[in-house]
């Protein structure tokens, strides 16, 4: 007879886990680092950095695949309760996932990099320009989420002015998808924009990721269009709520440490390392991510049976004591902040790591240059009512001395 799993009371889309996921995790790593949950249907919480790391380490053992045909390995995804249709290069395996991967790499090369942080800081000013003569503003909606959104939207090949339908599709996507409120329609709003794009690229190729992936062959075959279209729909949706929710989380930690300000305006070195420690420290994406056991295997003395569910909590993870020291206090000066998982770890690290955190680091940057007194209201503040996804904010009221246009007298 097998051992007995050891049951915990987990469900990282409750209240009780929004309230406090800090110090639920910390004694799930102390007391049960290997736990069971019979949450939505059961699933393995993993909460050591060691075990996350060899986990991603190890597709062929604990599988990405969302196959929603069972005709593959089985793989139910990388969310719990799972996605009812495939974001394509998160959701495979090698040797696919790597195939995929090398579609989408030549837009986060170096000097492609340039590029987007130059229209990232030309966003920055065009968005601080609508609100700054007013001394008040929404730091989420008018700020944090529309320089990385238009950004990546560009990067793609959506016009960047649809950026907003892109935010009410992206707002509540911190609920299980099978939760009443879970944006599927606006979801499949953007489903079918991406086929009229792609058709548009078919015809007349530019030069974003749409027209790559429309005409990309892998071993002399053209990609499935639902392949390419999954792609398409992981990017758009990874590659803002995350920036979005770094940005103003260290803002609104830095609105009450005026101290900091002037070294991070200045000191390149500097800002690249605090913006290391807000990856860790607030760890965006704090609804873990999924893997499904293909091989029986064991961890931490606990036996993972083919087809168990494990939840990865990147988030503990950057709480870990084995991994970093005194993890509850920000400390900018962190020694090996860089190590933190916000970005996850192997093959399916973020692709968009360095231009997510260049994100952070001109926003925090433009915002303190801009509105050097700018003060977040922590009485009208409100953050996700769930921590099921992403660590963010759906409102950041703040005030500031209002001051000029860019260009204006
Ligand atoms: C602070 C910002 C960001 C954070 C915290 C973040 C976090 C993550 C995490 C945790 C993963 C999964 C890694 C894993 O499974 O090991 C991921 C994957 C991914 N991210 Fe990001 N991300 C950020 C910004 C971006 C941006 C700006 C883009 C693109 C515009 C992007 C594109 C992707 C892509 C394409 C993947 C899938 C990679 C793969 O499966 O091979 N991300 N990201």
Redesign the pocket.
Known sequence: MGAEKPVVDFDQHGPRYAADWKGQLATLRGDCPVAWTEASGGFWVVTKYDDIVHI?RNPQIFS?DNDLQNVRNGGQG?RIPRNPFRFN??ESDPPE?TAL?KL?APFFSVQALEKWMDLAREILDEQIDTIIEAGEADLIEDIAIPV?AQV?LR?VGVPKDEWRDYMDASLNAFLPTDHPDYPLAARMRIGKRCDELMAERRAKPTDDVISALVHAQIDGQALEHDIAKGMLQ??LF???D??AA?SANALHWLSDHPEMHQRLMEDDAYLSKAVDEF?RYFS??VGG?ARTVVQDTELRGQQLKKGDRVLLM?NSGNYDEERFECPAQLDVERRNAKQHL????????????V???A??GIIVRGVLKRLPDYQVDHDREERFPSMGMTNGWLTMPIRFTPGKKLGAA
Do not use: K
């Open positions: 991603e990405c990388i290069l998160n996932h991967r989408e990385p990546t990067l992981s990017l990874g590659g803002f995350t920036t770094t990856l965006p994406v991510l990147f916000a970005f996850g770890a192997g093959p399916h690290r973020c692709l968009g790591a231009l997510g955190a994100e952070v």
